[in-house]
């Protein structure tokens, strides 16, 4: 795919062109924080933020989702609901885009499921490169999320007053070429991307004791640790790990009535393995009770299950949920625990 | 992913159920009654023994529950409910001519195929009958492509018995040999007292021909399962069939798992081998 180079002056007419056509999503500042919303105006657009505290999955796989419409009496066949636009996320992080993956693979296999599907499928994605470390809870390098070669329409890194542009599907080539205002990479632009990535590499440094590839082994020796009891004595099972998670995918699924008691909709909202009723049935049995199993259950997934079902980590560095923590469980704490077993 | 390798999918989504109506409601214990549906469409539910559906009570919500009928038996199909949640309670108002949502069945049933010629013993506990009885009734409209059939029932008290007509005519069988017992009897009572692996004592098991079919509660299956590896079975001729809050159905949201695996899409029924190195199993 060729190499593109936008003047970083164009970026915000390239913006408002795109909002012509598209819902524009990017990372811009609410109450002082940094989160990915709809960008109203270019000038939001904060592509050099980082560290949101939600992620972009909320686009693909809204906190609340209607999934169908019926009669309260059964009187008409219900009608799946299936809400998608076109949109553009741009200013996606590399973590982020290796946790769409993971998404995109939960949601395509054994069961397609349309709700997600097709809006992932009309969103366009545009990655921007990191610069350096978003702070000391980020540990994307150890996680092999620092840089990804797929996943992305077009991919944005900063070099002096330009941006090199990756593109990674003929739908990003299209967009730029369109759009008219991108020139084709030349030589130095190849080389100052080089450079760039170089720099951008030792800036990020290693979190983990030891190559994750052995994490799914330091995980399954240490299954009945008393680790998990310690870390189920701080949790405070509130869930917000879950929440902020950009590859936790659990859902629940509730009916609501609507004023005129005939007709109603259901839908689906984000849960959380970490509550206490997540795995309890309706006799009363709760198969996860204990708050240490639960804990263990969200490590297991992200460390070993989402490896095994879909051939990646179903962690991808990004910290989110050591700075949404109200109790500090950091995840590269736990896992250079788990070095060597138990 | 590029989003180009993202399978097509059906707008018609795996959320939408098929609509099914209420033929008949009759009450089997003060709990549980047993309820008769058909789909509107006319076609058959297709399951196969011990498989489940998601039941929509529109307005409501929905819930998994086992299939308590045997595809040998007609295109009706039969779901055994006890009150005790939502859905569940819903469902007990309803009189028949009411509609209902069906998604499924769902999951993997009893291996019918691989029992053919074995020798069957069922243990049921509780209303751990009622997917049972899906398995029993299609070995016994098969019955002579099996060998000796045996079925050990077990409730805590003589009232929350189940299928009542059903349990008197195995009773009556020669080819059947059925057992039952209960926790604790009432005046009425006249047969075995005791928790199910009383009947295990004494019983002739021979371990080279047999599968062992278990289902009931949780606490159930650690002493059951105890009993039938001390007649010799195998691991893998050992099967059960789990409950858990199967909430989607369609392997996504996460409440069945149980270590890594997804009960709903490689269960309900697991044999024991399958299941020993599961922690959060049994």
Not at chain 1, 146 to 153: A, F
Not at chain 1, 273 to 280: D, I, R, S, V
């Given at each position: 795919m060729p190499l593109k180079v936008i003047e970083k002056r164009d970026v915000e007419p390239l913006i408002r062109h795109l909002m012509e056509r598209f819902q524009v999503v990017g990372i811009k500042k609410k109450d002082g924080k940094n989160t990915y919303g709809v960008i109203e105006s270019p000038a939001e657009l904060r592509l050099d933020s980082c560290a949101t505290i939600t992620s972009p999955k909320k686009y693909f796989f809204p906190q609340r989702e209607t999934l169908l419409q019926f009669a309260v009496d059964g009187s008409w066949e219900p009608q799946a609901v299936v809400e998608a636009q076109p949109r553009i996320i741009f200013g996606m992080r590399p973590c982020d885009i290796a946790a769409t993956w993971m998404l995109d693979m939960a949601f395509s296999e054994v069961n397609a499921d349309a709700n997600y599907l097709e809006k992932r499928k009309r969103a366009l994605i545009i990655g921007v490169d990191c610069k350096e470390p978003c702070d000391e809870y980020c540990f994307c390098k150890s996680m092999g999320t620092?840089?990804?070669?797929?996943?992305?329409?077009l991919f944005f890194t900063a070099a002096d007053d330009t941006y090199i542009v990756r593109t990674g599907t003929p739908e990003g080539e299209a967009l730029l070429g369109e759009w008219g205002k991108a020139r084709e990479a030349l030589y130095e632009d190849r080389v100052k991307l080089r450079a760039v990535q170089r720099e951008k590499d030792e800036r990020f440094k290693e979190a983990?004791?030891?190559?994750?590839?052995?994490l799914p082994r330091f995980l399954e020796d240490s299954y009945r640790s008393l680790l998990w009891d310690v870390l189920g004595e701080k949790c405070l099972s509130c869930g917000s790990c879950n929440l902020v998670c950009p590859t936790c995918y659990c859902f629940n699924v509730l009916d609501e009535v609507k004023l005129n008691l005939s007709e109603g909709e259901r839908y689906r909202v984000w849960d959380s393995?970490?509550?206490?009723?997540?795995?309890?049935v309706a006799t009363g049995e709760n198969f996860r009770e204990r708050r240490g199993d639960r804990v263990r259950h969200r490590f297991f997934r992200k460390g070993k299950y989402m490896k095994e079902m879909f051939g990646r980590f179903g962690c991808v560095g990004c910290g989110r949920c050591t700075r949404a923590c109200l109790v500090h469980i950091n995840p590269i704490e736990v896992y250079n625990q788990l070095k060597g077993g138990e | 992913m590029d989003a180009r390798l993202l399978p097509t999918v059906d707008l018609d989504t795996i959320f939408r159920p098929r609509l099914a109506q209420l033929l008949n409601v009759e009450e089997m214990t003060a709990k549980e009654k047993l309820f008769t549906f058909q789909l509107k469409d006319g076609t058959p539910l297709g399951q196969d023994p011990g498989q489940f559906v998601e039941v929509s009570v529109f307005g409501i919500g929905e819930a998994p529950i086992s299939v308590s009928s045997s595809p040998t038996r007609g295109d009706t199909f039969e779901l055994c409910v006890r009150a005790v949640g939502n859905v569940t309670n819903a469902l007990h108002r309803m009189a028949p001519g009411a509609t209902v949502g069906i998604r499924g069945p769902f999951g993997q049933g009893f291996p019918v195929e691989e029992m053919r010629g074995r020798n069957v013993l069922f243990v049921a506990g509780g209303l751990g009958l009622v997917p049972l009885r899906s398995l029993i009734h299609a070995v016994l409209d098969m019955r002579q492509d099996f060998g000796a059939v045996t079925i050990l029932y077990g409730t805590k008290n003589p009232s929350e018995l189940l299928f009542r007509n059903e349990l008197a005519q195995w009773e009556a069988r020669d080819d059947v040999d059925y057992q039952v017992t209960v926790d604790v009897a009432d005046e009425s009572w006249r047969g075995n007292v005791g928790v199910?692996?009383?009947?295990?004592?004494?019983l002739p098991v021979d371990p080279r021909n047999t599968v062992a079919v278990i289902v009931g509660p949780p606490v159930m299956y650690r002493f059951v399962i105890r009993e039938v590896l001390g007649k010799g079975l195998p691991m893998g001729r050992i099967l059960v069939s789990l409950e858990r809050r199967m909430k989607c159905g369609v392997g996504k949201c996460g409440h069945c798992q149980i270590n890594g695996v997804y009960v709903c899409q490689k269960g309900p029924v697991f044999t024991y081998s399958e299941l020993r190195n599961l922690q959060e199993a049994i």
């Open positions: 620092l840089e990804v070669e797929t996943g992305y329409d983990l004791e030891f190559d994750v590839e052995e393995c970490q509550l206490e009723g997540f795995a309890k | 199910i692996t009383t009947l295990f004592r004494g």
